[in-house]
């Protein structure tokens, strides 16, 4: 994660918010945006009678992909992530923003539309500008363009990190990454999130996130963080009812790495193919990192009352002649 505490220590004042604008809905209160708090009081003065206060519910959408860009958000409390979408709907975070930053990073390079989604991943607060009012702000000070363009690098330094980390990083290695950055930015020791958000956000597969979050040493020895990444579950809103919940546990000789979420899927076929696809994925990983293979390990599948349907030895992910 970039820190921001290397901004410059005359820009360390804090300020406090009057109500926006014709809504009478911010109270006076000091903001817990990083960025609004290190603002000139000048510069404030050029935004704070535009800046209204707003819940930024799961989900929200903030910005959409190559769509015109309606507002800037400063957020209080959540997470917002940005997603790139590649072929066949495959997503990936790339990079993520709480109180310390803004979005509309493509407004303030004189960009009028997103190149990626943006939307909230941890629901929070936070505070609003329309585009065409931050656009004239700018305009009028060449010191709110600069601080707002130092952030912009500062975001642009944590997703090249991220690609690095996605190319060359183990899962578990990644995962504890991502939970530090989401610490840092919320405060708090535990996130809402289910393993396929955070295959989004770590650019696997589902399996991928059990196997990783169960591995990892660093996340075992923890425990002063009390990440209870696996008790909270969202709901799945877009659930089908002709889709069935089958749960893709580990099999590690004695050991089973639990699945506490499970996956909707048309069929056990379809299920089958999903973890076909995990253990070649995970096998990958393993290659480039030179991690062992632990071509002892199964996926089995099991239904909502418990019963094993099918188990899925990794050996027959292989093929002779496949190359992870």
């Known amino acids: ?52 206060r707003i819940d930024l519910p799961l989900h929200k959408p903030l910005e959409a992909r190559n769509k015109r860009i309606d507002h800037a958000y400063f957020l ?6 940005v997603v790139a979408n590649g072929a066949n709907d495959y997503s990936v975070e790339v990079g993520l923003i709480g109180c310390e930053g803004m979005t509309g990073l493509a407004m303030i390079m004189g960009a009028d539309r997103a190149t990626h989604a943006t939307y909230m991943q941890v629901a929070g607060t936070g505070h609003r500008i329309s585009a065409q009012v931050l656009r004239r ?6 010191q709110l363009r600069g601080l707002f363009l130092r952030f912009a690098h500062a975001f642009f330094i944590q997703a090249t990190y991220t690609a690095l980390a996605n190319g060359r990083h183990k899962v578990e290695e990644r995962l504890a990454r991502w939970l530090l950055m989401a610490h840092d930015r919320l405060k708090r020791d535990k996130l809402p999130l289910t393993h396929e958000f955070l295959s ?6 589902r399996a991928g996130v059990t196997t990783g979050g169960r591995q990892s040493s660093s996340l075992r020895n923890c425990s002063a963080a009390v990440f209870d990444l696996w008790s909270t579950r969202m709901p799945n809103q877009t659930e089908r009812p002709e889709m069935s919940l089958y749960y893709l546990h580990i099999r590690d000789g004695a050991d089973l790495l639990l699945d506490p979420d499970g996956a909707n899927f048309v069929n056990l076929e379809a ?3 999903e973890v076909i696809e995990s253990i070649r994925e995970l096998l990958s990983e393993a290659v480039r990192a030179g991690s062992p293979l632990r071509m002892h390990r199964s996926f089995q599948i099991e239904d909502t009352d418990g019963c094993t ?15 992870l």
């Open 309 to 323: 349907l099918l188990t899925v030895p990794f050996a027959d992910a292989i093929h002779p002649g496949d190359k």
């Open 137 to 142: 702000t700018i305009e009028q000070s060449t």
């Open 1 to 52: 994660m970039v820190c921001l505490r290397a901004w410059p220590q005359t820009l360390e004042r804090r300020h406090v918010l009057l109500p926006a604008k014709g809504t009478g809905a911010v109270p006076e209160r000091t903001p817990r945006n990083r960025i609004l708090c290190r603002l000139p009081s000048a510069d404030l003065a050029l935004l704070e009678p535009h800046l209204e």
């Open 76 to 81: 209080e409390d959540g997470i917002a992530s």
């Open 271 to 273: 299920a089958r193919i």
């Open 200 to 205: 989004i956000m770590l650019g696997v597969r």
